[in-house]
C-alpha cells in the first residue's frame, strides 16, 4: 500500500491559482508514477497532468490544462504538486492523486495507477 493524502483544495475566483499537495507515505516517490486525475459531478474522472519516476523523467498534461497547470515534486518531503493558474469554472471537480510503484504504460489511464488518495475539493467560481 502507498498510502496518498491530497490537500490544497477550496474555493478560487475564476483567474485565480491554487496548489494541491499530495504526500505520499511508505514509498519514496523517486520511485513512483504520480499523477493527478479530476472527477466533475456526472461526469468521468479524467487525467489532468502526471509525472515519471526520478530516472524515468516525464511530465504530461491534459490538453485542457496545459500552459496553466505545473506539475512538481519535492523528493525531501515526498510530495507531489499541481500549481494551478488561471483557473475556470469548468476546471471545477474533486481532484485526485493517483500513484504506481515503477513505470506507466499510459500515463492517462487511470487503471495504470494502483493507489489513490481521497480527494481534495476545487470549486471555481464564475
Known amino acids: 500500500q502507498v498510502p496518498l493524502i491530497e490537500s490544497g483544495g477550496g474555493l478560487v475566483k475564476a483567474g485565480g491559482s491554487l496548489r494541491l499537495s499530495c504526500v505520499a507515505s511508505?514509498?519514496?516517490?523517486?520511485?513512483?508514477?504520480m499523477a493527478w486525475f479530476r472527477q466533475a459531478p456526472g461526469k468521468e474522472r479524467e487525467f489532468v497532468s502526471g509525472i515519471g519516476t526520478l530516472s524515468g523523467g516525464f511530465e504530461a498534461y491534459a490538453d485542457s490544462v496545459k500552459g496553466r497547470f505545473t506539475i512538481s515534486r519535492d523528493i525531501a518531503k515526498n510530495t507531489m504538486y499541481l500549481q494551478m493558474s488561471s483557473l475556470k469554472p469548468e476546471d471545477t471537480a474533486v481532484y485526485f492523486c493517483a500513484a504506481r510503484v515503477g513505470t506507466v504504460s499510459s500515463a492517462s489511464r487511470r487503471s495504470d495507477y494502483d493507489y489513490w488518495g481521497q480527494g481534495t475539493q476545487v470549486t471555481v467560481s464564475s
Open positions: 511508505l514509498v519514496t516517490i523517486r520511485y513512483l508514477t
